[in-house]
């Protein structure tokens, strides 16, 4: 029963990230495609880009765009169903596009890493300290998938396979 606790608070955990990167998708990260199309919060952008030099926001390359975009396509139609699964707790039909969605976002975070780390940018991040300070911003997003990921595989309330082999003993 304790362990069981330990999974729902996890998913109630994962519920809120899901829930929270609606607005976050919505705000923030689609202005780096939309941002002639549907509207600009140019003031909090601006402020966010001079605060932690974001050079992927000031000035998003073409890889970062696709990556965004992708975001709003494929993920972001995704983000409500999540929520409402972890928040509902056990719902075995989210751990298939779970298992796909944090291997996706985790795959897009290694990029932008080490885009943020190595690259040279003439008004990003100059110190490693501004760097790390940047890097923190994106960070949670490379780990709460990878979370994810491993609560899925490993968890008996979500893998099936687990449950098979426990009754067949």
Not at 141 to 165: A, D
Request: with cysteine.
């Amino acid at each position: 029963m304790r362990a069981r606790g330990g999974a729902r608070a996890l998913e109630y955990l994962l519920g809120l990230y899901f829930l929270s990167h609606i607005p976050i998708t919505l705000l923030f990260d689609s202005q780096a495609v939309l941002t002639s199309c549907l509207f600009q919060l140019t003031d909090m952008l601006k402020w966010y880009a001079q605060a932690f030099k974001d050079p992927l926001i000031k000035d998003p390359p073409s890889w970062f765009k696709a990556l965004v975009f992708c975001e709003l396509v494929f993920q972001l139609p995704f983000f409500p169903f999540a929520a409402y699964a972890f928040f509902k707790g056990s719902c075995k039909w989210i751990r298939i596009p779970a298992i796909i969605y944090s291997v996706h976002t985790t795959t897009t975070l290694i990029p932008i890493g080490a885009h943020i780390l190595f690259e040279t940018f003439p008004r990003g991040p100059m110190t490693f300290q501004e760097r790390l300070s940047l890097l923190s911003i994106y960070i949670p997003y490379f780990f709460i998938p990878v979370i994810l990921l491993f609560f899925m595989l490993w968890s008996p309330h979500y893998n099936t396979l687990e449950k098979r082999k426990k009754k067949t003993r």
